[in-house]
């Protein structure tokens, strides 16, 4: 049998996941799990670059593992577990530290972006951040890593670093390549559809959770900024709000753009926005209550994580083992 392409992401765990995290990653996700061998981690260690309440990080651990599981990703087909339950990782990040330059993580937008929001806590590991997301990857000789557009700079960054290290010694990791939804690789602000939806942005009015109850969902669309005119087109230039808003649509509802425009051909922006509101509240309420339920069961979720950390350490202690050798480090 022909050996499988492999397939690596991850998402950070927090409680404020957004529908942008749910289209331009988990979902991609769940259509790709049976063309691939999946590894889907929850990246607490990228998670405390930014000061994180304990009690909440542990929490959030779980509620991802959830909602992985609640969006359909099969455990009996993929590879689901915490960095840190695989030390490799930070192994593989500090021997790569020493191939990449401070040059070139301080060019890095998200770190530029997340260093002005916080200025009191510009650390080490936010600065790392691309390295260990790097080490993630390569440690699993990752193919495709399908990602929103906002993480293309981080993965380019991986494969720099893996042919850095590659030229200097011998083919050690393969090259992975970024995989980008058609439709939905950027969801943006529902106030601000110049900006990326966004976890952290500054008005919640803008970001759909994924934990907003229906009346919410719907209350925050009914807000949602058009543009000029009255047309439903899809034209992201001119109607930068309505196209986010088809976008959004045409996920939620499995329609091509084309169809999402018919839709609604003759119709006007408030039944748009309700019809988008509903569109995404009824696949959403399905999802929570399916978390809800898993999160009940503590010792299942625990189980897939052992498993997953099992499954992952195997092959991640491969590829460090393999590098390790190559760097010249003494192996007993
Ligand atoms: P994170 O947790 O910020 O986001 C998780 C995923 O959601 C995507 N995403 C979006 N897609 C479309 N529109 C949006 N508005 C939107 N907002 C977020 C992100 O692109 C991402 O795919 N560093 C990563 C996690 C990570 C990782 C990795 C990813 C750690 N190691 C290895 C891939 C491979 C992050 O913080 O993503």
Redesign the pocket.
């Known amino acids: 049998m022909e050996e499988r392409k492999i397939l690596?992401?991850?998402?950070?765990p927090t409680n404020n996941l957004?529908i942008?995290?749910l289209?331009?990653?988990i979902k991609n996700w769940t259509n790709l799990q049976n063309d691939y061998d999946c590894y889907f981690?929850i990246?607490n260690m990228?998670a405390i670059t930014v000061r994180q309440v304990p009690a909440d990080l542990r929490q959030t651990t779980l509620s991802m593992l959830a909602l992985y599981l609640a969006c359909g990703i099969d455990p009996e087909k993929c590879v689901m577990y915490v960095q840190s339950h695989v030390p490799a990782h930070a192994e593989l990040c500090w021997v790569l530290n020493t191939f990449t330059y401070v040059g070139e993580m301080e060019r890095m937008t998200q770190f530029k972006d997340k260093s002005a929001r916080h200025a009191e806590n510009i650390n080490m590991g936010l600065m790392d951040y691309p390295v260990l997301?790097a080490a993630?990857?390569l440690l699993y000789q990752t193919d495709v890593?399908p990602?929103?557009?906002?993480?293309r700079q981080?993965v380019e960054i991986s494969r720099d670093i893996a042919q850095r290290f590659n030229n200097i010694y011998s083919p050690t990791f393969k090259i992975p390549e970024a995989l980008y939804m058609k439709v939905?690789?950027?969801?943006?602000d529902l106030l601000d559809p110049s900006k990326?939806?966004?976890k952290s942005a500054e008005n919640p009015n803008g970001v759909i959770y994924l934990s907003d109850d229906k009346d919410t969902v719907i209350r925050k669309f009914k807000r949602a900024v058009t543009d000029s005119g009255s047309e439903i087109k899809y034209d992201p230039e001119a109607k930068p709000g309505v196209s986010n808003l088809l976008t959004i649509y045409s996920v939620f509802t499995g329609k091509t753009i084309a169809e999402a425009e018919a839709d609604f051909a003759g119709k006007g922006y408030g039944d748009f926005k309700l019809a988008v509101g509903e569109a995404v509240a009824d696949k959403l309420t399905p999802i929570q209550k399916e978390q809800a339920r898993l999160l009940a069961d503590k010792s299942y979720l625990e189980g897939v994580l052992r498993s997953g950390a099992e499954r992952a350490s195997r092959t991640a202690n491969r590829t460090l083992s393999k590098v390790y050798k190559k760097i010249g480090f003494y192996q007993l």
């Open positions: 690596y992401s991850a998402i950070q957004t942008g995290n289209i331009g990653a981690a990246a990228h997301m993630d990857i890593v990602v929103g557009l906002d993480q981080h939905g690789a950027k969801i943006n990326k939806m966004s």
